[in-house]
């Protein structure tokens, strides 16, 4: 799932007001990857935040959620695990956890895998999240010299 901000000429568009010179839609599209075809697409205005339609969908049990860190809401993550579904986003820099569990494995390396964890947040995240367990992966991408750090459940 993601979404991209269309720009618009405001002199044409004047219902489109994005800032205060410039205007815009928001496309919000969700890609499903067994067609290779979108799901879903919606066009909101272009403040519209993406974690606002996110919330509003619903996603059958079992299937895989891959957002960027913008969609990155505790609760609504809450909601996908509930629900039986599964998501991937990267985690944010100023995310706060508890390191429950390291996995150690001499095999990680060589997928550029540096650390896969079991983390539980801190504070309101943690609760927001029910208290669960989430998984923490940090992978080294050689190709752009730069190091990622993904969620899962």
Excluded at 54 to 77: H, L, N, Q, T
Excluded at 107 to 133: C, F, M, S
Aim: charged share 25%; hydrophobic share 40%.
């Amino acid at each position: 799932m993601d979404a991209t901000v269309i720009p618009l000429c405001l002199s044409v568009f004047d219902w489109a007001k994005f800032r205060s010179a410039k205007g815009a839609v928001k496309l919000h599209t969700v890609l499903d990857y067994d067609g290779c075809m979108p799901s879903f697409v919606h066009i909101t205005d272009g403040k519209q935040h993406e974690s606002k339609i996110a919330k509003s969908m619903s996603f059958p049990k079992g299937c895989v959620v891959i957002v960027d860190r913008g969609y990155v809401d505790y609760a609504w993550m809450n909601v996908l695990d509930s629900t039986g579904c599964f998501f991937v986003t990267r985690a944010k820099s100023n995310m706060k956890y508890t390191l429950v569990k390291t996995v150690k494995s001499e095999e990680l390396r060589t997928g550029g895998i540096l650390e896969d964890q079991l983390v539980e947040l801190d504070g309101l995240a943690n609760q927001r999240y029910a208290g669960k367990k989430m998984r923490l992966v940090r992978v080294w991408d050689s190709t752009k010299n730069v190091e990622y750090e993904f969620l899962d459940q």
